[in-house]
């Protein structure tokens, strides 16, 4: 339960933004991200672009989806 609220206590303060998240991750974490949040198909689309491009529409896409990559989300 404590996990649970700590996920989404997480939400609220933290959202991945182009230079704090996707500029400093590779490209493969950036359709990792998209393909969890909003679905695979979204991020095969985005696979093949350029970073400056990729980043721009995974920042669109997930605008206010409340996602957190898994070094932030609580363990089980």
Same mark, same amino acid.
């Given at each position: 339960m404590v996990a649970i609220i700590?996920?989404?206590t997480m939400t609220v303060y933290?959202?991945?933004t182009v230079d704090g998240y996707?500029?400093?991750v590779p490209n493969a974490k950036v359709l990792e991200a998209v393909s969890e949040a909003v679905s695979p198909e979204a991020a095969r689309k985005l696979d093949g672009l350029k970073k400056d491009a990729l980043v721009a529409? /995974? !920042?669109q896409l997930l605008d206010g989806r409340c996602w957190l990559p898994s070094v932030?989300? /609580? !363990?089980?």
């Open positions: 700590t996920t989404l933290w959202t991945p996707f500029c400093a529409q /995974a !920042k932030l989300r /609580a !363990k089980g």
